[in-house]
């Protein structure tokens, strides 16, 4: 970053935005990366790119972070919630199926599907990508909090047309804020670059035949992205070894799991960005928001998951296919303590925590 800083690139361009776009694309295993100003920037432009906008419809995980949804209603596109599978909150392929068929049947140009991989788990891209391409409709995958995970081998930010990563503060690597767009589409990648930038026409005197965006990111946060990718595998590995403490902690516990730790899937394929506990409270006799509360108490914070989307008031008036999976987790699920910053001695103090609510219930 100083030497960014010293070289007088402070632009949204230079050679640190280059560097930057090519670790990802290798990260991603794709031909392209477009690095921008956030994540929803990049599903904005990814959406745009894909064609989508006004009359049409995206899919999109009702158990997701608001901004999936939000990129959609941008375009002018309307969202269509899906539910997601119980074992691993990621969206649920034979609903998705049903929700194609269905709008199929009744004539609704369908501009994307939009898998988020949720909490760093990839989604189940080796029966949605045939899925999707059945029906002729692209996938865009949300890739946000996936940074560093893979799907049978294959990396995070590669499956379908194009993909995107977040480096938000709170995600498991970062740039302060920031995204990127990943694509092995020449044409997609051109286009998001193009309107990223203000959709200036190659003229000296700035010319213009489209609305473009100010959404390119810094040379000096790239640079910072490209230490960040240098301690990629460290930080995955961070909380991967706290997962598998978590997993021990609630192992042996009736009606007790973590989410995607129930043998489904390969879990040491996911990044282990957010570990939620899930209890079935007539089984354990507890509930997740107990052991909640007993972790506030001692000053150590958890949270539920995310409120799904089709329970928004922004989008009650959304069309939706879910069966109660989302709604289950929302009301069964705890996000538990996690985080690059924890050391030792917190992880130490948050487990014993666990622990200790844990014997009161023998
Ligand atoms: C964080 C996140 C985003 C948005 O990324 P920002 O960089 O914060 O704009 C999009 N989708 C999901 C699933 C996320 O978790």
């Given at each position: 970053m100083l030497a960014a800083l010293r070289s007088g690139?402070?632009?949204?361009?230079?050679p640190d935005v280059d560097a930057f776009e090519r670790d990802l694309a290798l990260l991603a295993g794709v031909d392209h990366a477009v690095a921008v100003s956030s994540g929803t920037a990049a599903l904005h432009l990814a959406l745009l790119a894909l064609g989508?906008?006004?009359g049409q419809t995206v899919l999109v995980p009702t158990?997701?972070?608001?901004a999936t949804a939000n990129a959609v209603v941008y375009t002018g596109a309307e969202p269509y919630f899906v539910d997601c599978e119980p074992?691993?909150?990621?969206?649920?392929v034979d609903l998705v199926a049903e929700a194609l068929h269905r709008l199929t049947r009744q004539g609704q140009p369908i501009g994307a599907v939009l898998p988020v991989d949720l909490f760093g788990r990839c989604a189940d891209y080796t029966r949605l990508l045939p899925l999707c391409a059945e029906y002729g409709v692209p996938v865009l995958e949300d890739a946000a909090e996936a940074v560093g995970a893979a799907h049978r081998g294959r990396p995070a930010g590669?499956?379908?047309?194009a993909g995107v990563f977040s480096f938000n503060g709170?995600?498991?690597?970062?740039?302060?804020g920031g995204g990127a767009l990943l694509t092995s589409d020449e044409r997609i990648a051109a286009r998001c670059r193009y309107l990223s930038?203000?959709?200036?026409?190659?003229a000296v005197h700035y010319e213009h035949t489209d609305v473009g965006y100010n959404y390119r990111l810094s040379n000096v946060l790239a640079a910072l992205g490209r230490a960040q990718v240098r301690r990629l595998d460290h930080l995955v590995g961070r909380r991967r070894e706290l997962r598998e403490r978590y997993v021990k902690a609630f192992?042996?516990?009736?009606g007790v799991e973590l989410l995607?730790?129930?043998?489904?899937?390969?879990?040491?394929?996911?990044?282990?960005?957010l570990n939620v506990v899930v209890v079935d409270p007539d089984l354990a006799g507890w509930r997740a928001a107990e052991l909640g509360a007993h972790l506030a108490r001692q000053g150590i914070e958890s949270r539920p998951v995310w409120k799904p989307m089709h329970l928004q008031p922004v989008f009650a008036d959304a069309r939706r296919l879910v069966a109660g999976a989302a709604e289950r987790l929302f009301a069964d699920g705890l996000v538990l303590p996690g985080g690059s910053a924890l050391d030792d001695a917190d992880i130490a103090r948050i487990l014993a925590a666990v622990d200790e609510f844990l014997a009161a219930w023998g």
């Open positions: 690139w402070a632009a949204p361009a230079g989508v906008g006004r158990l997701t972070f608001a074992g691993t909150g990621n969206v649920d590669g499956f379908g047309a709170n995600k498991i690597m970062t740039t302060t930038t203000q959709a200036r026409q190659p192992a042996s516990r009736p995607g730790a129930d043998g489904s899937v390969d879990d040491a394929q996911a990044n282990a960005w």
